[in-house]
């Protein structure tokens, strides 16, 4: 067999596409919407790489237009968890064999197809399924997967260099070998990106996988794999199931080959999950690998030296971007006195022109929550705070599910630090402000770190470099991205990679080799070329 030390393709980040009026790609994304809302679709399982239905079919809406059907999805049970742990058993063996460079051909592949011809499809379901605006889907479901799918195949490469020094007569030499078991990706509804990288970074580097999307995602992780498929993704490296988490986990958590669990979703489940774990440890062929990114309750702080401006947009587009589903959203800020007048002006005009409705309509800015669980939750937030004698509702307040899960951009400010909508993750478009004096700006920063059990993301702002010299020490452990004059959302593979600690997760920076490095067991081979044949040393000589 030839072979060779490959340099696969440099990694750069997918160009984002403007839908400008008159753009082309507007033009093809409404074409593609139009296409998608005009039919409903049959969605299966895939194990094995066979499409898969039950007679249990569950339909899937627009969060925006709850009454409108997609199409149905064919739910499933325990044997189909089952099945999916013995087709990713059954393939592992072949794929964990396959030469590097060609998984790495099959992730580039996929990376091309979505940034060419699935790309509008691919925005047209999260825009569909998940209602996010034509930007916000361009971002995730376009650019990012594709930047994830891009860099981690340079990761690898990296990673696979990456070899120990050798004494004379001796070489050393590190080989990467994929989990023993299966990995578990549990993907959340709120990225399309999240949802590919999650089942796709173990099974790049080997490993075969089982994957479980939130039900709300679904419309968009069919389009996946249909991907993944046409990429050349071989039969029971990837298999997609749809069942509650109580079914999946308790088939999984109690197998013998689990071999680590992907996760992305909220700190409670995380938490329940990692107990489980440790429950069975003893079941198992090896210590599973635990990486999980779960929730935020991700701040602003402003120096009294800030530019006004500045603040008040990270506060518009930080909070309010995709409905403030997003596990970086912004849902807590700091304002000093003597700006906040200021801000709030700029923030109550930003939002006066905000437009909301259907992502159909690419003038709207804001569009619907995911679910009615979630809108009932949000609605609940915003009740007490009005019955509240700690709160005023700034701006917002007001919400409406007849047609859709729609949640006006909501701004409460406080005059309790702690005022539950402080401290707690809402995961809706709802930001609460504190107002504290200038000469209590060291105070408030240890205000920040001790009001959240989170520390995901966050941000200061403020043009006085010893200022922010403080800030950033005195938040070191606070947010595991951290922003400087900038809103605290937008990660970009390849620039930040992004995970928090604390009630966050592990940490392990999705978009990095930090991440890869999780998902394989080095072996170390020492070999000695002419090995000794005496067991004396020389110090056992006599004088």
Not at 186 to 193: E, K, S
């Amino acid at each position: 067999m030839a072979t060779g030390f490959f340099n696969v393709p440099v990694a750069k980040n997918e160009p984002i596409y403007s839908y400008a009026p008159g753009s082309p790609e507007r033009a093809k994304l409404k074409a593609a919407i139009e296409e998608a809302r005009s039919k409903q679709i049959d969605i299966p399982m895939y194990i094995n790489g066979k499409e898969v239905r039950t007679d249990k079919k569950k339909p899937l809406s627009p969060p925006h237009d709850h009454q409108h059907i997609l199409g149905y999805f064919s739910e499933g049970d325990a044997s189909h968890v089952q099945a999916s742990i013995d087709a990713a058993m059954a393939a592992k063996k072949d794929w964990a064999n396959m030469s590097w460079e060609n998984r790495a051909s099959i992730f580039l592949k996929a990376a091309e197809l979505i940034a060419g011809p699935y790309r509008y499809k691919m925005n047209a379901a999260t825009m569909l399924g998940q209602s996010k605006n034509a930007f916000q889907a361009e971002i995730d479901s376009a650019c990012e997967i594709v930047d994830f799918l891009r860099f981690n195949v340079q990761y690898m490469t990296e990673i696979y260099k990456q070899q120990p020094e050798s004494s004379a007569g001796i070489w050393n030499r590190v080989e990467q070998r994929p989990l023993e078991g299966f990995v578990f990706a549990l993907t959340p509804f709120n990225f399309t990106a999240i949802a590919g990288n999650l089942p796709t970074a173990p099974a790049m580097m080997g490993n075969t996988v089982v994957w479980k999307p939130a039900y709300t995602q679904i419309y968009s992780a069919h389009v996946l794999m249909e991907v993944f498929t046409e990429a050349g993704v071989p039969p029971g490296v990837i298999n997609l199931f749809y069942v509650d988490g109580p079914t999946a986990g308790d088939v999984i958590f109690k197998h013998q080959d689990f071999g680590g669990i992907h996760f992305t979703g909220s700190t409670g489940v995380f938490q329940h999950i990692w107990k489980t774990i440790g429950e069975n440890i003893y079941k198992y062929k090896s210590y599973p690998r635990i990486v999980g990114e779960t929730g935020g309750k991700d701040f602003i702080i402003a120096h009294e030296s800030a530019h006004a401006k500045a603040v008040a947009t990270a506060i518009s587009r930080g909070a309010f971007e995709f409905q403030g589903q997003k596990c970086s959203a912004a849902s807590r800020a700091y304002i000093p006195s003597n700006m906040w007048e200021e801000v709030k002006g700029y923030v109550i005009e930003d939002l006066k022109t905000f437009k909301m409705g259907g992502t159909e309509d690419f003038t709207n800015f804001i569009n619907a929550v995911i679910d009615e669980k979630s809108f009932d939750k949000i609605a609940k937030y915003i009740d007490d705070a009005k019955a509240s004698d700690k709160v005023e509702v700034i701006a917002g307040g007001n919400y409406d599910k007849s047609k859709g899960y729609f949640i006006e951009p909501t701004v409460l400010l406080t005059t309790d630090p702690k005022y539950t909508t402080m401290c707690e993750e809402i995961f809706g478009p709802v930001i609460t402000i504190y107002v504290y004096e200038p000469k209590d700006f060291e105070a408030t920063l240890k205000l920040v770190d001790e009001t959240s059990p989170y520390a995901l993301t966050g941000a200061i702002f403020s043009q006085d470099r010893y200022a922010l010299e403080v800030g950033v020490k005195a938040l070191e452990q606070s947010a595991g991205n951290f922003y400087i004059n900038d809103k605290p959302t937008g990660a970009v593979v390849g620039q930040q990679p992004f995970g928090g600690a604390r009630g966050s997760g592990t940490n392990d920076k999705a978009g990095s080799m930090i991440n890869l490095l999780r998902w394989v067991s080095p072996r170390l081979i020492k070999e000695t070329f002419v090995p000794p044949v005496d067991y004396r040393y020389p110090f056992l000589g006599e004088d």
